[in-house]
């Protein structure tokens, strides 16, 4: 695992990045994170997503994103979108629904895992720091197999 100063750095130096960023790039970064649990992802979290190629690159930005918040384990908005006024909204259309918060294995570590209601979906989430964290959309659908190897959507959140 890394440090919390050295994960911010590094979480700042991708997020801010121009220019595309490889999987394997985002990859390692994971690798070195702490996973999240259901109790520490309550709570309202602005989002933004890394531009990796993915299919799906774009998408977040068209539905005029702003992030997820998360109430309880049964209640989580995985689309909080603004409006044409700046109010934000939980936008059910886009994925069929919302949302819930499960412990679910992936790539070998319990790690909380938003599952969406209407698609076969699940966001995973690991820890940058006490407001930020790192998320890979996994699932059907979600893979980008445009080049033969599924690649994975990647994305973070800060919280409010």
């Known amino acids: 695992m890394t440090t919390t100063s050295d994960a911010r750095k590094t979480f700042t ?6 220019d595309r960023i490889a999987d394997a790039e985002l990859d390692e970064f994971w ?3 702490a996973p999240a ?7 309202e979290w602005k989002g933004g997503e890394f531009d990796t190629g993915h299919k799906s690159n774009g998408f977040m ?3 005029n994103w702003f992030g997820k918040t998360f109430h309880s384990a049964t209640d989580a908005k995985p689309l909080v979108c603004l409006d044409a006024d700046g109010n934000t909204f939980s936008n059910t259309e886009a994925m069929n629904g919302e949302a819930s918060l499960w412990m679910e294995e992936f790539r070998g570590e319990m790690v909380a895992s938003m599952v ?5 979906v699940h966001d995973h989430f690991k820890v940058v720091d006490a407001g930020a964290v790192l998320g890979i959309m996994n699932g059907k659908g ?5 080049s033969g190897t ?3 959507l990647y994305f973070y959140l800060e919280r409010v």
């Open 150 to 152: 599924p690649r994975h």
């Open 31 to 33: 690798g070195t994170l």
């Open 37 to 43: 649990d259901v109790d520490f992802m309550i709570g």
């Open 142 to 146: 979600a893979l980008d197999t445009t």
């Open 61 to 63: 930005t068209r539905l």
């Open 116 to 120: 969406y209601d209407g698609r076969p």
């Open 13 to 18: 130096d991708l997020k801010e990045r121009k």
